[in-house]
């Protein structure tokens, strides 16, 4: 599980993000994604993949498209 935290107090921006590859009984790779305000619950989605390499570069492609955003890894 990767998670990143975007805290910019000038803007009172206090945010979460956390990706994380699991693999179900069937062997379906899914890549759950989670975001939202820090202390809070947030949402939650779910993408599923033929393999998990799959799923593992979207996570990747996902984790680096956010760093640009100016999240941080917790």
């Known amino acids: 599980m990767i ?14 993000y956390t990706v994380d590859v ?5 062997g379906v790779a899914t890549l759950v994604k989670s975001w939202g305000r820090i202390g809070t619950r947030g949402q939650q989605m779910l993408h ?3 393999t998990g390499d799959k799923a593992r570069n979207a996570m990747e ?3 680096r498209r956010k760093l640009k955003k100016g999240y941080l890894s917790a």
């Open 3 to 16: 998670t990143l935290h975007c805290i910019r107090p000038e803007t009172n921006a206090r945010r979460y």
């Open 48 to 50: 599923s993949y033929e």
């Open 61 to 63: 492609s996902l984790v």
């Open 22 to 26: 699991v693999t179900d009984l069937f």
